[in-house]
């Protein structure tokens, strides 16, 4: 190649790879060192652009559900049913103020682990069942659908129906909207050190379903149960 | 001559250490509840609780004080005291273990001796309902642990084992109401 005639060829094989590169050496040493940082914010843009530049990174799509369809993971499993909006729930444990509303969404919930859950804010279904326009903000109120009973423990293997309300500005939703509901995963956690025990915690996006928003006005009905409750 | 001993020597240090390790209980053992079995109708006494269940039910439905609800549930009848003192003597903790899974006693009853504040010396009697899965009345073994605690740490437990399996199935139950006993 660029070896210069004459040269002894080389004896031993480890010489090869030296002989051959020896042509990089002698061209990088005519490359001057002001091109040095040309060359590579070159190389750093045509890598930036082969990976799409500097446009936004589109979200990682998550499954749709629809209404009533069910929702596993390792904790739970979750169906949401219907999104209402309603003047009050005291039943469900929020009070509104005048120009507000509650958006309440039911929700089916079995506890698919083999410990009761909490459905205190922080806990298995508030962390579990989020809103897509505000997802930090967890559920006001969490009651049982059939006795509203607050905050009630989810035991293994037993079907709750729950309602989880949000107070919300009066004019934010209408009847017919579509509501964006977010149902994350939890990872479950080993205490150590001065924390005992096993907790759930850490909820990531799993599923993301659209529900159509009914009006039921000042509405009694959805804090007593109907005939379709149980299913 | 030395140098086999002083590697029979390490030898036997590097296995007493590994069976130090092995035999040392880890946290949840040394903070292991203090069990107190016990009969149904026998009285169980631990540190600061003093309980007999007089009878173990199960029924499709149960109602108490105009409140009723779909089960299955598993009601159980007790008597319950303090021992030493009413200072946060509560009956927080009642827990059914059955197949692996532990279910905690339902707060939905209006009334029911869960969570209720026991008295020194004199027992308040009624029930604890536990809302369960149908597969849990059909198994053959159930632990019902009862303590003053939520957190059962380190102190003690009246369990009562039993076969949930054995028990009449009734369509509904009511609970007792809470009250003195006798």
């Known amino acids: 190649m660029l070896a210069p005639v004459g040269e002894p060829q080389p004896t031993e094989p480890q010489a090869v790879p030296k002989r051959r ?116 903000a967890e559920p006001e109120g969490i009651s049982r659908y059939d006795d509203t009973t607050e905050n009630p423990w989810l035991q293994p293997g037993v079907l709750a129906t729950i309602v989880l309300a949000w107070v919300v500005p009066a004019d934010r939703h209408a009847a017919g909207d579509e509501l964006r509901v977010v149902l994350n995963d939890e990872t479950l956690f080993t205490g150590t050190a001065v924390i005992s025990g096993q907790y759930w915690d850490n909820p990531v996006p799993a599923a993301i379903m659209a529900l159509d928003i009914e009006d039921v006005g000042a509405g009694r009905d959805v804090a007593e149960p109907d005939p379709g409750a149980g299913e | 001559m030395r140098r086999w001993a002083a590697a029979l020597g390490g030898t036997a240090l ?28 026998d009285r169980g006494e631990g540190r600061n609780l003093a309980v007999t269940v007089t009878g173990i039910r199960a029924a499709d439905a149960a109602t108490i004080d105009g409140w009723d609800a779909e089960g299955p549930w598993l009601i159980v009848d007790l008597e319950a005291a303090a021992v030493q003192s009413d200072l946060r003597a509560t009956l927080s903790h009642a827990t059914l273990s059955v197949d692996g899974r532990t279910y905690r006693a339902s707060e939905r ?20 309902a536990f809302e369960l899965p149908e597969e849990a009345l059909g ?18 437990l009246i369990e009562v084992h039993f076969e949930p399996s054995t028990l009449d199935r009734i369509e509904e139950a009511e609970l007792m109401s809470s009250g003195w006993a006798r």
Do not use: C
């Open chain 1, 21 to 136: 590169f020896r042509w990089v050496r002698a061209a990088a040493d005519r490359v001057p060192t002001k091109w040095v940082a040309g060359i590579g914010t070159g190389v750093f843009l045509a890598v930036t652009a082969a990976f799409g530049g500097l446009e936004t990174v589109e979200a990682v799509s998550l499954p749709e559900l629809t209404a009533g369809e069910e929702h596993r993971n390792d904790q739970l499993a979750v169906t949401v049913k219907r999104a209402v909006l309603i003047d009050e729930l005291p039943e469900a444990g929020v009070t509104v103020e005048p120009g507000e509303r509650v958006l309440a969404l039911i929700v089916d919930a079995e506890n698919l682990w083999d410990e009761p859950l909490p459905t205190t804010p922080g806990y298995s279904l508030s962390s579990t069942v989020a809103l897509a326009d505000d997802p930090e």
């Open chain 2, 109 to 128: 009853p209006p009334d029911s001796m869960f969570r209720s504040e026991l008295a020194v010396g004199v027992p308040r009697s009624g029930s604890i």
């Open chain 2, 139 to 156: 198994d053959d073994v159930a632990v019902l642990s009862l303590g003053l605690e939520a957190d059962p740490r380190l102190d003690s």
């Open chain 2, 14 to 41: 590097v296995v007493a250490a590994w069976g130090t390790a092995l035999v040392t209980p880890d946290d949840a053992e040394a903070e292991r509840p203090f069990s107190v079995p016990v009969e149904i109708g």
